[in-house]
């Protein structure tokens, strides 16, 4: 009998591995990345399942408040979230740092305030009176370098602007700003960057006006409550993406040079702008199901 009992217990404790093995690890994307490559997640997908030994499950959302909700709500595991969602204050925190994507040699990018190719704006001081595009209320690039650049000097996005709107994906504002739809944007360097040279018939239709000084490149972060093993296990397989072939393809079509780990004190100057905006009478912008994005205009 007791044979048995020991029998089912080795039996049960064997099918609860197998179950948890095949359960999927669910990954959060989010503006911050290009998302037009399919191919190139599955093939990321692939990779990663190799490596850690579970499934990894991509999901897509429009915003970044819909992926910490998802995060909050322990529905993700992983996600690729922003600096400014990283250093919002949470009661309790719910996010550790993983890992960072290193960009031309640095874990830091910029944002970028862009113009039509044929338009005569040659400072954020000339879009005033115009038709702006940010991507994403949360989203240090798109939003908060802008806000802060116009807070230097005195002015507020609501009242600078004609009208101002969010596209909710950096790709999106850029091509608002090609096609006329927007006379200027605010964009993630990287997403700039990389469509320039996989996209050059888009990005050629716009021009650089203003540069940021840098930030720290938007991270990966775990779940806190995930198991220590699979969140070691994903961070061994993200930052050891440069010792085999499959993985500096990925990196490479990524245009990146590889995932690191760095301190979360590189998003300080993010939290440190964001507090001192905070001192600026802003108006709080709208929820993101009550603005339009440029794939709803017809």
């Not at 948890?20 to 490559?37: I, K, M, N, S, W």
């Not at 702006?132 to 002015?155: C, T």
Request: aromatic content about 10%; charged content about 20%.
């Amino acid at each position: 009998m007791a044979r048995a009992v020991l029998h089912l217990l080795v039996f049960a404790l064997v099918l609860g591995s197998a179950q948890a093995a095949e359960t999927p690890v669910r990954f959060g994307l989010t503006a911050v990345v290009v998302r037009e490559d399919l191919q190139l997640y599955d093939r990321w997908s692939s990779y990663l399942r190799k490596h850690i030994g579970r499934p990894v499950q991509f999901v897509q959302a429009r915003s970044y408040r819909e992926i910490m909700g998802l995060l909050e709500a322990g529905q993700l595991d992983f996600a690729w979230i922003c600096g400014y969602p990283f250093v919002q204050q949470r009661d309790p925190e719910i996010l550790e740092l993983l890992a960072v994507p290193v960009f031309e040699s640095a874990p830091l990018y910029r944002s970028y305030i862009i113009v039509h190719r044929n338009s005569a704006v040659a400072s954020l001081a000339d879009l005033k009176g115009r038709v702006f595009a940010f991507s994403d209320p949360d989203s240090n690039s798109g939003y908060l370098v802008p806000q802060a650049m116009l807070a230097q000097s005195g002015h507020r996005p609501e009242s600078f602007f004609r009208l101002s709107f969010f596209t909710y994906s950096h790709a999106e504002t850029i091509e608002a700003v090609a096609e006329g739809l927007a006379e200027g944007g605010a964009v993630d360097s990287y997403i700039w960057e990389y469509l320039h040279k996989n996209r050059p018939d888009l990005t050629e239709r716009t021009r650089i006006i203003v540069r940021s000084k840098a930030f720290g490149f938007p991270p990966l972060v775990a779940r806190l409550g995930l198991a220590p093993e699979l969140r070691d296990d994903m961070s061994r397989a993200l930052i050891g993406m440069t010792e085999d072939v499959e993985g500096r393809k990925l990196l490479g079509a990524f245009a990146l040079d590889r995932f690191g780990q760095f301190p979360a004190s590189l998003f300080d100057p993010i939290r440190q702008m964001a507090d001192s905006l905070r001192q600026v009478p802003l108006v709080e912008p709208p929820p993101a199901q009550a603005v339009r994005i440029i794939g709803e205009i017809e």
